[in-house]
């Protein structure tokens, strides 16, 4: 076993030299602003992420978008047709600003803070309101933009005429080779590689970019090693960042000894102070057992997501909240979960209250913290830390699991004092 450790190696992102060590995107608001600013203040590179900042912005900054919103459209409430229900780009816009200009002017350190950016979050109007995310958090002084959730074909040329689109870093998260090629394929034309990849593979937290029954016929060193090759044959030199089960250290030196120019990881970090997530929900993934994990097919964007079983918000039947939020509303104004919703009403004519099994409202739940999304090793959290004596565990400084990421040999995981 090799003797390094993470602080051996250096990510280097044009002339910046970073600790090789990226916190990856939570939505919503689960990689917390505070979350991403431990990670730059530490010398490496965090996340915040776009998804609802509206309703973000109303829960830290006291903003009243939802309540607009919802007002504007409340005629609609009971109508299951949703094509109307529009969001209003300026305060997109305004959402968008307010949570990245905040979190860069709290900025310390010599590390970076990115935001991750989903396609998949079309909110009615796919192109225009992924132009203003991207464009309003490069205003906004970004240091980086994380392209995720979708294969983002068209989204560089959205903010190709923004004067800091050569200054900011720009990164796209693929699963694949094939994904990869087309992506730089089809954004050749800008002119413009991709700072960085993230390649993510099949044991991540979050929506997966593999299908629901071949998702474990996959490994993340197999596809690394593709895109490694295929860099090189090609003479392309763009930075590769391995995601999805890097659960220790030593797991994130032996990508980087084989060409890797950094790591992204989530899952240690959701038991940490700085996570969004409520402590009582921290602890239920401290409490995970292997067999309480599974992927399945609930979210209506269509991709298969990880999250633990007794997650509230799986087999809810909530009406659908499309004028208070409606970030999965596809270019036609519809969403899986509200045919699913319609369907099942229909069915049960009298009933007060539904279930709905094969799909979720998902952005009601995960607003609420109540789809609980997480990468295939939470059922190790439980090593990571300490147990009291009322069975409860502690939870853990960000710092404490960066640091022990960068400095642990020989797989070890250093548990909390
Ligand atoms: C709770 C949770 C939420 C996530 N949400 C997102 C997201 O909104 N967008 C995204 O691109 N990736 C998301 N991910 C994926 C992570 O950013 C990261 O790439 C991956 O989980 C790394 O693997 P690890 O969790 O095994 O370390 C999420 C992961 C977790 C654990």
Redesign the pocket.
Known sequence: MTTKCVDDFRLKLGDMELVPIM??????D??TAELALEAARLGGVG?I?D?MLPTVADRRYDTKFVKEKLKQYKYNVANTDKSEVKFNLGQIEEATRLHVSRTMEAKRGEGMVFI?C?EKLTMNAPKETLKVRLNAALDAGIDGI?L??GLHLGSLALIEEHRRFRDAKIGI?VSSLRALQLFLRKNSRTGRLPDYV?V??P?????LGFGLDDWMKYDLASIVTEILAWLKAEQIDIPIIP?????TGSDAVNFLERGAAA????????ISNECG?PDETKQEYIKADEKDIEVNAISPTGYPM?MLINSPGIGSGIRPNCEAYGYILDSNGKCAYIEAYNREVAAHPDAKKIKVWDKTCLCTHFRNFDI???????YRLKDTTRQAEDGSYHLLSAEHVFKDYQFSKEGKILLPE
């Open positions: 916190i990856g995107g939570m939505g919503v689960i990689s996340h992420s998804a991750n989903m994380t995720a959730a998260i993230v993510e593979g044991l991540a937290g979050g929506h995601a999805g089960g890097i659960f790591v992204q990881v989530a899952t240690r970090f959701t997530l990880r609980w999304t997480c990468g295939h090793y939470t």
